[in-house]
């Protein structure tokens, strides 16, 4: 195979990589909380697939990494009590199985013992690290700004929001959660405010991915007309060679 094809294949597991992303982008257009990914590619030298005249060493492309987009998502009311959506930096803390968890999304819910969880039913944690239990007796939960929680005249805890110093440390762990791949330790957010009843959107943009979609779609399929376009010049090359005597 010749070196032209080569190249061209590393950068269409490349594009594949990219569309990938792109799509699970837009796919979670709507979902609370979601931040856009990009794809970090770089180019790598290496020898020659066999010798001949020309640049040495060839380059090709490869898959060096994932950025996320941290920059917040508009926030839009929802008037539910157990709605919350961080006003500044900062995630919710969630005690799941594997370990601590963090999270935008905020659309939150009672579980049958009154413990404050997500959708899946994993814990929400107080600024202390325990688990939050409310007795919906008690009255109307009241969430102010700082994250403290009252019923009536009765203060019952103080969601956890927490920050990091080095956002990259932190690698997506699934249902829409991260998780911390560092030693860093996440420090309390006494600038994040909390409010109550809202939600926090995704930050994809459609127009942007949908456009950004269309160019990587594109940039395929002229690459694979171009490999097919190689394969076919070197095909008649041995034909021609094949009949000089």
């Known amino acids: 195979m010749d070196n032209a094809l080569y190249i061209g294949l590393s950068r269409q597991m490349t594009l594949q990589r990219h569309l990938d992303i792109v799509a699970n982008n837009i796919a979670n257009a709507d979902t609370s909380g979601f931040k856009t990914e990009e794809p970090i590619f770089r180019t790598e030298p290496k020898s020659p697939a066999r010798t001949a005249d020309g640049p040495k060493p060839i380059k090709f492309v490869i898959d ?6 941290f920059s917040q998502g508009a926030l839009r009311a929802t008037n539910s009590t157990l709605d919350l959506a961080i006003d500044g930096a900062g995630f919710f803390r969630i005690q799941t199985p594997g370990g601590e968890r963090y999270t935008r999304d905020g659309h939150f ?7 404050i969880v997500t959708q899946s039913g994993q814990a929400v944690l107080d600024a202390g690290g325990a688990e939050v239990i ?3 007796k008690k009255g109307a939960l009241e969430i102010a700004r700082d994250g403290s929680m009252s019923q009536g005249i009765e203060q019952v805890g103080r969601l956890g ?3 990091f110093d080095t956002l990259s440390d932190l690698e997506k762990s699934g249902d829409n959660q991260f998780r911390n791949t560092s030693n860093q330790q996440p420090q309390p957010a006494p600038a994040s405010l909390l409010r109550q009843g ?5 930050n994809v943009n459609p127009v942007l ?22 394969q076919e010049l070197s095909r008649r090359t041995v034909e021609r060679l094949g009949r000089v005597e």
């Open 134 to 136: 409310i007795d919906p």
């Open 161 to 163: 929001v927490v920050v």
């Open 64 to 69: 060096a990494g994932l950025a996320r987009d």
């Open 198 to 202: 809202m939600l926090e959107a995704s």
């Open 209 to 230: 991915q949908v456009t950004d979609m269309m160019n990587v779609t594109r940039a395929y399929e002229s690459l694979a007309r171009m490999m097919e376009s190689t």
């Open 109 to 115: 819910r009672l579980d049958e013992t009154g413990r």
